[in-house]
């Protein structure tokens, strides 16, 4: 029974809150911002994340402080991932993570360096929501459950947990139900059928799944059913810039065509119509 989560004091990084997330959506106890004692790095009932010199999941420690400099690069956030066997799935479901561990173990100059960009254009990517969630984070030396900083933790790892364990199943319901369909013009569109009940997100998943499979160089456009109404949305796969939804904006059973043309909403449910505004929608 894990009793306390003990992470350092002072500054807050986006690791050490994500790994403290994904732990109290399992364990819901109190996070202490302290030093840990020897007594707590020997207890395999308090989680010692990001401090420490130690990763021992029996004695539930994850700091990676000790790894040598020319390791990979896996933070703590890596560690409570693997601890709970969901690490290879986020590498391959969460474009964010290896940015995450290469920020955290070689700083943003060489991660600018290693994304092609200027350390200037990480620093433009921040957001008020990441800067005051890490330094409400770090202000505290105790956070508990009914703390709406705990709260919001809370919600992060349960949805982190929820989005990979979940994606897998999403995964294989798209290879059963999705079908795909050859266009006129010598590409792929995806097709997800409407089932009943539908998903929270009939699409989700759809893009992953073509990203894996063997057409993903030829697939330019996804089809799936709108959560708004009884028809369908389609959009560009990849952002292909060669599909121009708007040209079917005016068309009597289109209510939506983004100006940006990128995506699109129609009534039509018809197999055969649906591919016809795909394909008047095509411009090379």
């Known amino acids: 029974m894990i009793r306390e989560i003990v992470v350092h004091p002072g500054g807050a990084h986006k690791d050490d809150f994500l790994a403290c997330a994904l732990l109290i959506a399992k364990y819901p106890v109190t996070i202490s911002r302290r030093e840990p004692t020897e007594a707590d790095l020997a207890d395999s009932q308090v989680c010692v994340v990001d401090v420490g010199g130690d990763w021992n999941e029996d004695l539930m420690n994850f700091d990676h402080h000790q790894f040598p400099r020319d390791s990979e690069p ?19 479901f969460c474009d964010w993570l290896e940015v995450a561990e290469w920020f955290d173990t070689r700083g943003p100059v060489d991660t600018g360096k290693w994304l092609g960009v200027e350390r200037e254009t990480l620093s433009k990517l921040n957001s008020p929501v990441d800067i005051t969630l890490l330094r409400r984070f770090a202000s505290s030396t105790e956070h508990n459950a009914g703390q709406p900083i705990w709260e919001v933790m809370q919600m992060v790892g349960e949805d982190l947990h929820k989005y990979l364990t979940g994606m897998k199943s999403k995964l294989k319901e798209v290879g059963r139900l999705a079908e795909w369909w050859d266009m006129g013009f010598g590409k792929k569109a995806l ?26 160089e030829e ?17 560009r796969f990849n952002d292909d810039k060669r599909l121009e939804f708007v040209r079917v904006g005016d068309e009597d059973d289109v209510h939506f065509a983004h100006a940006k043309g990128f995506i699109a909403k129609t009534s039509a449910t018809d197999k055969a119509r649906l591919k016809e505004l795909i394909e008047q929608s095509w411009i090379g």
């Open 74 to 92: 896996l933070c703590a956030i890596s560690l409570v991932l693997k601890h709970f066997s969901l690490y290879e799935d986020a590498q391959k």
């Open 191 to 216: 097709f997800m059928p409407r089932i009943e009940p539908l998903s929270d997100d009939a699409s989700s998943g759809m893009g992953r799944f073509v990203n894996d499979s063997e057409f993903s």
């Open 219 to 235: 697939t330019v456009a996804l089809v799936y059913p709108d959560r708004r109404g009884s028809g369908y949305g389609m959009s």
